[in-house]
């Protein structure tokens, strides 16, 4: 599976990879994920990290866990 290319919609979808994310990352699940869902995991985020939302190397751990799937 590849975490860049993955719509936000089916991140959120796959039940896996949506437990991977809001364990590493719980104040992403606050957001209004629907606004996202055509866009790409990585352009998100891509934007997460650069607004500090999200710390980079968390991040990265996210990527590196949902790539593993």
């Known amino acids: ?12 979808d796959n039940p896996a990879v ?3 994310i809001l364990d590493n990352a719980p104040n992403l699940g606050k957001y209004p994920i629907k606004l996202f869902n055509k866009k790409t995991c990585g352009e998100i985020f891509d934007l ?15 990527e590196a866990a949902v790539n593993a799937l």
Do not use: Q, Y
Not at 1 to 12: G, H, W
Not at 54 to 59: I, L, N, S
């Open 1 to 12: 599976m590849n975490f860049r290319s993955l719509t936000v919609k089916e991140a959120f």
């Open 18 to 20: 949506k437990k991977i």
């Open 48 to 62: 997460v990290v650069s607004k500090k939302i999200v710390p980079e190397d968390v991040a990265k751990k996210i």
